[in-house]
């Protein structure tokens, strides 16, 4: 089984800046890529950033220059968002693409609950 937790979503106001962390736990073999994607009520989700397993990079265009990715300790990624803007209030949620068994050649998406950022003054 293969868990994935967000989590460091806040208050903050605008201009500020935070920074959210996933994790894989679990049967994790290995992973392909993690990624981070945002959706408010009523839109569909879309795509934040992604990171791969040797470290390139991807940005939604909203949010080129301002967040950025990054690969912490095993297994966990980091979003820092700076500059944040009231339209970045959403729930962010952290998708890992993984390969649970060194026997099975399959990867699968697993989806953390989300964390709640909220930009407001």
């Known amino acids: 089984q293969v868990q994935v937790v967000e989590s460091g979503g806040d208050f903050v106001q605008p201009g500020g800046s935070l920074r959210l962390s996933c994790a894989a736990f679990?049967?994790?073999?290995?992973?392909?890529?993690m990624a981070w994607y945002r959706q408010v009520p009523g839109k569909q989700r879309e795509l934040v950033a992604i990171?791969?397993?040797?470290?390139?990079t991807n940005y939604g265009d909203s949010v080129k220059g301002r967040f950025t990715i990054s690969k912490a300790a095993e297994n966990t990624v980091y979003l820092q968002m700076n500059s944040l803007k009231p339209e970045d209030t959403a729930v962010y949620y952290c998708?890992?693409?993984?390969?649970?068994?060194?026997?099975?050649?399959?990867?699968?998406?697993?989806w953390g609950q989300g964390t709640q950022v909220t930009v407001s003054s």
């Open positions: 679990g049967m994790v073999f290995s992973i392909n890529t």
């Open positions: 990171i791969s397993s040797v470290g390139s």
């Open positions: 998708k890992a693409t993984i390969r649970s068994s060194v026997d099975s050649q399959i990867y699968n998406d697993y």
